[in-house]
């Protein structure tokens, strides 16, 4: 697993990148703001907004020409935040909300559940659901216009999405252009996974412990491979989080870490990812994320391969040369015939990684691209100089990594926080316990790679405050680590759960792999993986400066890189 992933330690609250938090957002808000930029993003890049343009806008979100002026205002100072276009409910007087939280929620889900539904249902339903339910939590029942004012709030393309269709819904929805046309770098990256055709070894005993997954991204302007993510975890919204971090971010640290004097001068936000319909690149943390930092997805269409032509060619050409490595096991059963992948296999998965990044960085960035008839990192260069594309920046990596990592919503308790059985605790919380509402739930965004500390968001100041372990002596655990856990508790008939038994089971567990006379496969692998994540954090950050070699002007003496365009 590669540093970009990392979160350096800390002790100290973290900035937010946002002045809201994305999941304290209802979804109608969260639509809204969506739909809002949609409008504006045309009239973002001009220097003076004329009036005739705003209240061309105005007319497509139903204001004033005025608000589209605070809009692109609020927008710009936020540095590119969507929850800057979020609505922002004014007071009843005296700092007080005029609707309770728990109103405001009973309406959301009267909504949803009882009037946007095929059968089309009369706004009345909803009405009557939200007062039976408002009486019955003992809370005022709101008035029929603050209801039909909150379904205002709704994207009309949501409405007609679920009552009568995703097809009746086509003109509304925002037509971004072509999927493969870019213009300049970054204006597209697309990202996929793929199984790798080789047989890794654990760290210490060099046997076989099976085939990673990669996550790579490209871009398509340039053909230049962005950021990767190499892990022997399944594909999952972490990991694709990680290769989107790993992206963005700039890479000299993460070359030196791995002792590879080269060049892979890009980082950046990208403007628009495509990917498929997997699930992880459906997860919440990954689309609000996304919208969050203004990153557009684009997921391609079931039965279109003609849409992911690119990434698939730079997996198989990848490919091609991992079938070159010990313990290849090539593309098909009938390829690799009698050759023995397992006995053959040498690489672990921390050398595969430096492989793959010297592969990268001295050979397909550097080979002439038969596609674009030149070398994809002179073509990036040249794209940033000659077409003056700006690309924008992360100033805060630990922020923007955890923007999308998994979220969960837990009520604060006098011990502080309990997750899966695991409590977390600071001083730093003893002020928000004083002042805690029973009925409040935090935001709380959690590492399935280190599950030793949590990030929860200040209900007030929007920052990230790190929590750690209650009991600080408890050892690192990843996710994957803590289900395993609760599969043998449960296998043991075991049902009431607790910190200290699974703890203790974690230490049995450890301990019966480290003891093995004979490791399986299986039983290597688990303890690879947890070396693996361990190792995210004991790395050491490594000075930022790197001298890099240039690319060489002359290409005409550069040997192509095999292949690389060829269509099967």
Same mark, same amino acid.
């Given at each position: 697993?590669?540093?970009?992933?990392?979160? /350096?330690?800390?002790?100290?609250?973290?900035?937010?990148?946002?002045? @809201?938090?994305?999941?304290?957002?209802?979804? $109608?808000?969260?639509?809204?703001?969506?739909?809002?930029?949609?409008?504006? *993003?045309?009239?973002?890049?001009?220097?003076?907004?004329? =009036?005739?343009?705003?209240? !061309?806008?105005?007319?497509?979100?139903?204001?004033?020409?005025?608000?589209?002026?605070?809009?692109?205002?609020?927008?710009?100072?936020?540095?590119?935040?969507?929850?800057?276009?979020?609505?922002?409910?004014?007071?009843?007087?005296?700092?007080?909300? #005029?609707?309770?939280?728990?109103?405001?929620?009973?309406?959301?889900?009267?909504?949803?559940?009882?009037?946007?539904?095929? &059968?089309? /249902?009369?706004? &009345?339903?909803?009405?009557?659901?939200?007062?039976?339910?408002?009486?019955?939590?003992?809370?005022? =029942?709101?008035?029929?216009?603050?209801?039909?004012?909150?379904?205002?709030?709704?994207?009309?393309?949501?409405?007609?999405?679920?009552?009568?269709?995703? *097809?009746?819904?086509?003109?509304?929805?925002?037509?971004?252009?072509?999927?493969?046309?870019?213009?300049?770098?970054?204006?597209?990256?697309?990202?996929?996974?793929?199984?790798?055709?080789?047989?890794?070894?654990?760290?210490?005993?060099?046997?076989?412990?099976?085939?990673?997954?990669?996550?790579?991204?490209?871009?398509?302007?340039?053909?230049?491979?962005?950021?990767?993510?190499?892990?022997?975890?399944?594909?999952?919204?972490?990991?694709?989080?990680?290769?989107?971090?790993?992206?963005?971010?700039?890479?000299?640290?993460?070359?030196?870490?791995?002792?590879?004097?080269?060049?892979?001068?890009?980082?950046?936000?990208?403007?628009?990812? &495509?990917?498929?319909?997997?699930?992880?690149?459906? @997860?919440?943390?990954?689309?609000?994320?996304?919208?969050?930092?203004?990153?557009?997805?684009?997921?391609? #269409? =079931?039965?279109?391969?003609?849409?992911?032509?690119?990434?698939? #060619?730079?997996?198989?050409?990848?490919?091609?040369?991992?079938?070159?490595?010990?313990?290849?096991?090539? @593309?098909?059963?009938?390829? +690799?015939?009698?050759?023995?992948?397992?006995?053959?296999?040498?690489?672990?998965?921390? $050398?595969?990684?430096?492989?793959?990044?010297?592969?990268?960085?001295?050979?397909?960035?550097?080979?002439?691209?038969?596609?674009?008839?030149?070398?994809?990192?002179?073509?990036?260069?040249?794209?940033?100089?000659?077409?003056?594309?700006?690309?924008?920046?992360?100033?805060?990596?630990?922020?923007?990594?955890?923007? %999308?990592?998994?979220?969960?919503?837990?009520?604060?308790?006098?011990?502080? %926080?309990?997750?899966?059985?695991?409590?977390?605790?600071?001083?730093?919380?003893?002020?928000?316990?004083?002042?805690?509402?029973?009925?409040?739930?935090?935001?709380?965004?959690?590492?399935?790679?280190?599950?030793?500390?949590?990030?929860?968001?200040?209900?007030?100041?929007?920052?990230?405050?790190?929590?750690?372990?209650?009991?600080?002596?408890?050892?690192?655990?990843?996710?994957?680590?803590? +289900?395993?856990?609760?599969?043998?508790?449960?296998? #043991?008939?075991?049902?009431?759960?607790?910190?200290?038994?699974? %703890?203790?089971?974690?230490?049995?567990?450890?301990?019966?792999?480290?003891?093995?006379?004979?490791?399986?496969?299986?039983?290597?692998?688990?303890?690879?993986?947890?070396?693996?994540?361990?190792?995210?954090?004991?790395?050491? &950050?490594?000075? !930022?400066?790197?001298?890099?070699?240039?690319?060489?002007?002359?290409?005409?003496?550069?040997?192509?890189?095999?292949?690389?365009? *060829?269509?099967?």
């Amino acid at each position: 697993m590669e540093s970009t992933g990392e979160i /350096p330690d800390g002790d100290q609250p973290l900035p937010s990148t946002f002045d @809201s938090d994305t999941a304290t957002l209802s979804e $109608e808000v969260w639509a809204l703001a969506r739909d809002r930029y949609h409008v504006i *993003e045309p009239l973002l890049g001009m220097a003076s907004l004329p =009036v005739k343009d705003a209240q !061309t806008a105005a007319r497509k979100l139903g204001c004033s020409w005025r608000t589209i002026y605070r809009l692109v205002t609020r927008y710009r100072e936020s540095g590119g935040l969507l929850s800057s276009l979020a609505e922002r409910y004014p007071s009843g007087g005296k700092g007080k909300p #005029r609707l309770s939280p728990d109103a405001d929620r009973i309406i959301s889900e009267a909504l949803r559940k009882h009037y946007l539904k095929k &059968q089309k /249902p009369n706004l &009345q339903v909803a009405v009557t659901e939200v007062r039976r339910r408002c009486v019955e939590a003992g809370i005022s =029942v709101p008035a029929r216009n603050t209801i039909r004012n909150r379904l205002a709030l709704l994207s009309q393309r949501e409405i007609i999405t679920k009552r009568e269709g995703t *097809e009746a819904a086509r003109p509304f929805t925002p037509n971004h252009g072509p999927y493969l046309n870019a213009t300049r770098p970054l204006e597209l990256i697309m990202m996929d996974h793929t199984l790798v055709d080789i047989i890794i070894v654990d760290e210490k005993e060099r046997q076989s412990i099976g085939r990673p997954w990669l996550t790579v991204a490209i871009d398509v302007f340039s053909r230049c491979i962005v950021g990767f993510c190499l892990s022997l975890d399944a594909p999952s919204a972490v990991s694709v989080g990680l290769c989107l971090t790993h992206a963005a971010l700039e890479k000299e640290d993460f070359l030196q870490r791995l002792g590879i004097d080269g060049l892979w001068p890009i980082s950046g936000k990208p403007e628009a990812i &495509q990917v498929d319909c997997a699930p992880e690149f459906k @997860s919440e943390a990954l689309t609000r994320g996304c919208e969050q930092h203004g990153i557009r997805i684009q997921w391609r #269409r =079931v039965g279109a391969p003609n849409l992911n032509g690119i990434i698939e #060619r730079l997996i198989g050409t990848l490919m091609k040369e991992v079938h070159a490595l010990p313990g290849t096991t090539f @593309s098909n059963i009938r390829e +690799r015939g009698k050759y023995d992948s397992d006995a053959k296999a040498t690489l672990t998965l921390a $050398e595969l990684e430096k492989w793959l990044t010297l592969c990268i960085v001295g050979r397909y960035h550097l080979d002439v691209h038969d596609g674009i008839t030149e070398p994809p990192l002179a073509r990036y260069r040249r794209g940033i100089s000659e077409l003056k594309s700006t690309l924008t920046q992360i100033s805060n990596k630990r922020s923007f990594l955890i923007d %999308f990592l998994p979220l969960y919503r837990r009520v604060l308790q006098r011990d502080g %926080f309990v997750i899966d059985h695991i409590h977390y605790f600071s001083m730093a919380l003893s002020t928000w316990i004083a002042n805690r509402k029973p009925e409040t739930k935090f935001i709380i965004r959690r590492d399935p790679r280190d599950l030793s500390r949590i990030y929860v968001l200040h209900p007030k100041e929007k920052q990230y405050l790190e929590v750690p372990y209650r009991t600080l002596g408890r050892p690192t655990i990843t996710l994957w680590e803590h +289900r395993e856990c609760m599969r043998r508790l449960q296998a #043991r008939g075991i049902r009431e759960v607790d910190e200290i038994v699974l %703890f203790k089971t974690l230490d049995e567990m450890r301990s019966l792999i480290k003891d093995s006379s004979k490791k399986t496969k299986q039983t290597r692998r688990k303890e690879a993986r947890h070396d693996a994540a361990v190792a995210i954090w004991k790395a050491d &950050q490594p000075p !930022t400066c790197l001298k890099s070699k240039a690319v060489p002007e002359d290409v005409s003496s550069i040997k192509p890189f095999s292949e690389i365009e *060829e269509w099967t």
